[in-house]
């Protein structure tokens, strides 16, 4: 029988989402890729709670992750927490999220109070449990009336389905509207996960963290490593057939041979800090306090351990800073 390790509380760091009475730990595992019912099940179990022994408290799943079997990572979540997690269920946040497709339909997408309402209890059915911690619309809805959503989103918190709401992929007026509805309903909001990493930094620099910092919540950053490029495996050439994400797509503006420029400039300075090119990724992102996590998805340990050593330093000098910043701009 599983047991937690006693001492997880001590490696890794834990931050407050801004004035709320949330606390994520400054690193998430997210369970989009290979988290599904054709992956290794005792293999993901192992990962898991290994994220779970050593600090990861906060486990980032959605409806239609586990592709092509959409809702397998939350069956597959679902089934570790049964089988070990579940007398550690006050310690552990889990999220979940709606709003891409599910299916065929007009109810199998998008933010209606139909759809949202339709999805909780589907994702609670998955994930056996009475409720998650984050329930977030994954995305905004261009044709419902935002009031319809911040209502839908109000009622799992009245119902008891989801302690938070979040919000993913709202850029800034987006973000302000549906915060200032789900303020108006009183719905207690606290993050807005965004694509966020070194390589692609416009969260800073669109409205979108400045909005977050306003409200006094949190960010949680998705993409951090911009799908594997901010590590050492890429330093001598990007395949053409490399999986960028839709969101980092810009990255590559100037051409593969540019990004490869510029990460190897940024591993010199790694290499300086002795840290890897990842963890300094990571710890870059983490120096705003208003980051309140960063999500990272793997199915290594060796990955996993190497992640959660950024803790060991999270600081910048100056000269570190505006070498960065001189490579980035």
């Known amino acids: ?21 949330l606390q994520l730990p400054i690193i998430t595992l997210g369970l989009w890729r290979h988290f599904s019912s054709v992956d290794p099940f005792t293999d993901r179990e192992k990962l898991i709670l290994k994220a779970f022994d050593n600090g990861i408290f906060s486990f980032d799943i959605a409806n239609n992750y586990g592709s092509p079997d959409y809702g397998s990572a939350e069956k597959l979540f679902g089934e570790v927490y049964q089988r070990n997690l579940k007398p550690y269920r006050d310690e552990l946040v889990v999220t979940t999220k709606a709003g891409f497709e599910m299916g065929i339909g007009p109810y199998q997408s998008f933010n209606s109070r139909k759809s949202l309402l339709q999805c909780i209890d589907h994702s609670l059915t998955r994930l056996k449990m009475d409720y998650v911690d984050i329930f977030y619309s994954h995305r905004p809805d261009p044709n419902t009336d935002p009031e319809e959503t911040a209502l839908a989103l109000a009622q799992i918190v009245q119902s008891g389905k989801a302690i938070y709401i979040g919000i993913s992929n709202y850029d ?111 710890a ?25 050593d950024v803790a060991k330093h999270l600081d910048f000098n100056s000269d570190e800073v505006k070498r960065i910043k001189d490579i980035l701009a």
């Open 284 to 308: 870059w992102l983490l120096r705003d306090p208003a980051v309140t996590s960063v999500l990272i998805g793997t199915t290594s340990e060796a990955n996993l351990m190497a992640n959660l």
């Open 1 to 21: 029988m599983y047991a937690a390790a006693t001492d997880r509380y001590e490696k890794l760091p834990y931050r407050r989402v801004g004035d709320t009475g």
């Open 172 to 282: 800034a007026d987006q973000s302000e509207t549906m915060i200032s509805l789900l303020n108006k309903y009183h719905v207690p909001f606290v993050v807005n996960q965004y694509s966020y990493n070194m390589l692609r930094p416009e969260a800073a620099h669109n409205g979108v963290l400045e909005t977050i910092k306003r409200h006094d919540r949190g960010l949680v950053a998705y993409g951090p490593l911009a799908e594997g490029l901010l590590t050492e495996r890429y330093l001598d050439g990007i395949p053409e057939d490399f999986p960028i994400h839709r969101t980092n797509t810009p990255i590559f503006a100037q051409g593969k041979a540019h990004v490869v420029t510029i990460l190897n400039q940024l591993e010199e300075v790694a290499q300086n800090r002795n840290q890897t090119l990842a963890q300094m990724a990571l």
